[in-house]
Each structure stands twice: as C-alpha cells, then as structure tokens.
C-alpha cells in the first residue's frame, strides 16, 4: 500500500500538470487577495485575516482535486493497467485509500505555501502579529475537511469513467453540488419544515461553520461520514468486476 501510495505521488509531482495545477491554485489565489479590487482584498479592507483564503479556496478547489483526481483510476483503465493493479496483493480498500491519501497529501503541498500570505498579514498588523492565529488554524482544518472529501468525489468518478475528462467533468459536478446543490434545494419552498435538514446535508453548511474556526464534532462527523460514503462507493465500484 505505501509502495502504491508513493508511485501516485510521484506520478503526479513528475508530471507538467501536477506543477501547472498547483501554481494555478496559488496564483489565483493570491490574484483574489492581493491585486483584483474585491471585497477579498486584503490591502482594500483593512482587516489582518487571511478570511479572503477560506472564501476563494473552495471554489478554486473544485477545477484544482478534479484535476488532480481525475487520472487515478481512469488512465489505468485506459493503459490496460487496471487489471495488472487489481492483482497486486491488495485488497481493493488498500488500493482506493492509497490513491485517496496520495490525493489529500498533494492538496496539503498546495496549501503549504498559503502560509506565506499568514505570514505577511501577520507581519502587516497593527502592531504586528496581531492577527487570530487560533481561529486561522481552525479554518485551515475545515479547509482540509472540504478537499477531503473533494478528494473522495473525485476518486470515485474517477472509479466510475474510463477516460480522464469524463472524470473531471463528473467530479466537477459531483463536487460543485455537494458544496452548493443542497443550498439551492433549500431555499426552495417545496419541502417546508426538512428545508433545514436538506441544508444540512451539503457541505458549505458544514464548511462555513469550520471556517470561522470553530471545530464542532458534528461538522467532523459529517466530513468523515461523506469522505466514507464515496471510499464505499468507489470500493463498490471496483468489486463490480466480480459480479
């Protein structure tokens, strides 16, 4: 499993697009804090947070972990290597979460280099190092809650495509109506009553409350049940061979 786990790694970090996707992410965000006069610039509103990170991350995320997903088991069943990587002596839940890890780790290397924009806002503080580290800290968790379980949207539509944009495509949607489709059904006034309910079920009601930095065991609990419930998925997936 760990072999595995280090051959995605490197795939992706020996690849053009792994770089590409990385400094896209970067640049995009550091072009919606710093340059573009948004209500996220951080130099416009006067405030030493990094709040703009937190607000822009998701959405760039959902084009960056498809992207970086996308080819995990779609370009094995497209080079005829799905079946040599289903004989190893794994088990199909070694397989998915060795690929599932290797995604969340490449999405923790692109976070990494965020710290900088902590770092400088701390530094432009009055007086400096005035800035919430608790609550930056508790927003970076949630942060990674979310791109887990992109990551685990995106592994499982790659599961189920035999081609690489198919996948992309799939866990954009799957990723953008998880983050923002239950949202939408909600505010609708066909459900009445379970409207809080249907709320609840997507991931931006989870995600906004994490990312004020408050780390509620029930928003836990609801990323690791969604993160198990596409792993489960994708493992159904694989065993269908069987059948």
């Not at 198919?166 to 009553?193: H, M, Q, R």
Request: hydrophobic residues 55%; glycine residues 6%.
């Amino acid at each position: 499993m760990l072999t595995l786990f280090k051959k995605e790694i490197n795939v992706f970090l020996n690849s053009l697009i792994g770089y590409i996707a990385i400094v896209v992410f970067l640049f995009t965000i550091g072009l919606f804090m710093w340059i573009l006069p948004t209500d996220s610039n951080i130099l416009d509103n006067g405030f030493a947070n990094i709040d703009a990170l937190f607000v822009t991350a998701p959405w760039v995320f959902l084009f960056l972990i498809p992207a970086i997903t996308m080819r995990t088991f779609a370009d094995e069943k497209k080079g005829g290597t799905i079946e040599l990587l289903l004989t190893r002596p794994l088990t199909d839940l070694q397989i998915i979460l060795a690929k599932y890890f290797a995604g969340v780790i490449l999405v923790i290397i692109s976070l990494l280099p965020t710290l900088i924009y902590y770092y400088t806002v701390s530094c432009l503080g009055n007086p400096p190092g005035n800035i919430d580290t608790g609550g930056m800290w508790g927003s970076y968790i949630g942060l990674l809650f979310l791109a887990s379980a992109f990551v685990a949207i995106g592994v499982f539509a790659s599961a189920i495509s035999n081609d690489q944009v198919t996948a992309f495509i799939i866990a954009l949607f799957l990723c953008f109506f998880s983050y923002v489709g239950f949202e939408y059904i909600s505010s609708l006034d066909l459900f009445g009553k379970i409207n809080s309910f249907i709320l609840s079920l997507g991931i931006n009601d989870h995600y906004l409350s994490m990312s004020r930095g408050v780390i509620d065991t029930r928003d836990v609990l609801y990323f690791l049940s969604l993160i198990s419930v596409f792993i489960i998925s994708t493992r159904t997936c694989l065993e269908s061979r069987k059948w």
